[in-house]
């Protein structure tokens, strides 16, 4: 009765946090590229005499797959023809050479999934390829040892055609998707495409590449050492730790809500292991529908996806007749060894701390907010693309802030509750402020497609919206600590302001906007015009409130006049 009052109560939770049901929709589309593939993959089986582990690749790979894919354009999917294949292949060449050569291969994946994370340096593109990338790396650690003889290099070919089929297959799902309107189609590359960082010393992606070399060559070490036999779950808990981490924080969140996601996986999948007996199909059944479920809840919580997969882990071992509660301490130690692992990496090596991830993110945030206000009225293309950028920039950023949002929820004596809030918690009004803002800037789009001439006439909205703009510009040299360069003096004495250094003074021509016809002085304005004033004041409100959180902006040195010359007699 309880667990099922406990089912009902969670069903509830996922409803109400998934509302009009998008990404069960999305779900849905997942869980059919994966059926899709498996099916295939016991074609291929069957056919060319391979193993089951070719089957646990599949389906590890087109899961893994169907989930990064929403993002993904068609460049993105042209890329994946080409990476993933050639990443399916070198999967399964790398647990041919762990099986013969546990050193080299140990070192070989290390170096790999570094390489992978390293690459986010080059780009959006060159990120999604090296998430590509791992997928196939993270079959190597799911299949249980032993359960397959070595093939040696006959299965490599056709791993890389079931991932091809995975690629194309998944294409035609989320194509189907896409004219259906069951998801949104994802943000074009113009959109999702994140300012380069202008900060010195190494970038995010270096460091964090670092870090799972350590993580994972701690893991590789210890799991071998501890654990001969399944030492595959102490790397596998640090690898996904650490895959996809922004920062610190958000890597401690993971690593706690995977120990503990994972203990409530393994303890339920214990309890009812060896009720069906090895190579049952209701397991195999029990396992899709786990794994749809872990698809499904992934956003509302970490812990419910690593606690599904966790089970789905111990079901499969279950399948492949492993007794699973006897393995039941051993699976939660080497959980508990990797998560500790994984948080100790990125906490003291180059360690990412998570208020400086959000400063970043904000900053981003502010500067696409900035691209909207600069972009002319007359273009409502532009002006639609650059609010979709600051939209999705926001998304970044509240995904950013999410580990403070978890800290400051966390039950704490007062005293520390409030340094924590005087602290790096206070950072967190950054992502509330450019949130309020984005109701106001919709506004303000809206009034620009609907009445383009009005707004882009009307002087006194025209200098509002220069005026936000260069306040925003202010902000985000606050975040960054760069002064305003200074203004430089003509010979007569007029004081020459700088482009982007702040709001144009009165009397100067607008240089942001085409010559177009002013209204007439004292004339009505027209709703729309009226609709972006009030738009433009709530966003300069959040602007103050920033500039509160974050202060003004670093004074630069005035210039030093040069010495008068002496007049020769």
Partial sequence: MRLRQGLRRALRLALHFDPGARLLRATALGMTTVLGTYGWSLWIENRAGLYVDSVVQAVV???????VQRVHDRTDRLVACLVLPCAAAGGMELTTLIHHHPDAGDVLFTLGVAASVWIRRFGMRATRAGTLVVLPLVAVLVVPGGVAPAQGHAPTGWAALTALFAVAWGTVVTWVGHRTGLVPRPPSASVAAMP???RP???ASTRM???SVAALGAAFALGRALWPDHWTWVVLTAFLVGSGARSRGDVLVKGVWRTLGAAAGTVVAGAVAGSFGPHSDTVVVIIFSVLAVATWLRELSYAYWAGCVTAVLSLLYDWFGQDAG???????AGIAVGAVLGIAASWLVLPIPTSGTVRSRTAAALAGLGEVLSADPHDTRAVRVTRARFLFRLEQLTLAAAPLRVAESFPVPPALAARWRKGGLAILAAPAALGRCAEPLGAYATAVAAAPDAVAADPGLSRRRREVAAHGVAVRRAIGRRPAPAPDTSDDGTTLHPAGGGTAPEG??????????????GGPRSPEVTTAHAALDAISLQLDALTELFGPPPTAPAPTPAPAQAASG
């Fill in 61 to 67: 790979i087109s899961s893994a797959f169907a989930r």
């Fill in 196 to 198: 380069a960082p202008d």
């Fill in 201 to 203: 010393g190494l970038r």
């Fill in 209 to 211: 590449a670092l870090q």
């Fill in 326 to 332: 006897s393995l039941l301490h051993t699976r939660l």
């Fill in 508 to 521: 100067l021509p607008n240089q942001e906007s085409p010559a177009g016809p002013e209204a007439p002085a």
